[in-house]
Each structure stands twice: as structure tokens, then as C-alpha cells.
């Protein structure tokens, strides 16, 4: 089984059409294995900045399975931006952070990029030459949702 996922330019109000829809007559770039935590990856291929630093002002969280207080990484107060727009059983439909689409529309050298991101652990196995085919195509649509005013969602289904 493996996972699918969509990025769809769309107002965040059409997220239940684009959850249950197999249509897409949205702008969409077809993908798998992508989830919000491989995406998050990208804002920190795109700007350089440490994944792993906490945040500051320090925060901490309870580990569920250890009982202990744990530091919240840059990474896990990223993903807190990725809003949930819809969900049932099965799939799952995400808005990408307004700050990220921007990164993502502005970005250059995209082969640099997508080297960066594929070096994360969450994404072994991804070779940098089809993130960065992917990433010209996820720019493409970044522009276009920035130029219509729209969001960029991430649609995921098991």
C-alpha cells in the first residue's frame, strides 16, 4: 500500500470537495509519499535553518511513552503552522503555511534545494533529481495560488 498525495490550489473551503472527490478540476500536482512532515522538511531545505534547535522562548512537551519533558524543536513547532482542514477515515487534507508557498514561489536553484531535502532522514529514499522536478512543478503552483489569491493544500490518502 502506499501513500497518495496531492497539492491542490484551492480556496481552504473546497477542502471536503478535494478529500472525497477522485476528480480533481483544481490545479493539482499528483505525488506520493507525501505527508505534512516530509513537506515541513522543505521550508528547512529552503531557508537553512536548524530543524533540531529549540525553539526560543524554550518549550516542552511530555513524552507519552517516556514520561519525560522534552524540548520542542523548530521542527515540531513548524508543523504546528499546518492546519487541518478536513479529514475522514482514509485521508487527509492540509493547508501549506503561507510563509512556505511564498519560499516555495520565490525559491532559486532548485536542484540545491531539493539536495538539501533529500538529505533528510524523512525522506530516504527520495532522489534529489525528482524532488527537484517535483519542486519546479510545486513552484509553479505556489505562484499560481499566490496569484490568485488561494491556498496551496496538501491532500494525503492511505
Known sequence: MSLLSDFV????SQAHAIGVSSERPWPTLQSKGFTVLEVALLHFALTDEDAEAHVNPRRFVRNAFTKKD???TAFAAYLEGFRCLDQSEGWWV???PAPLVEEVASADNL???AGKWAAF???QGAEADHL???LAELQRLA???SAQG???LLWTSL
Request: net charge negative; glycine share 0%; aromatic share 0%.
Open 9 to 12: 490550489v484551492a480556496d481552504p
Open 70 to 72: 522534552q524540548p520542542v
Open 94 to 96: 492540509h493547508e501549506l
Open 111 to 113: 536542484r540545491a534545494v
Open 121 to 123: 532522514e524523512e525522506l
Open 132 to 134: 527537484a522536478e517535483l
Open 143 to 145: 505562484r499560481l495560488a
Open 150 to 152: 488561494k491556498s496551496l
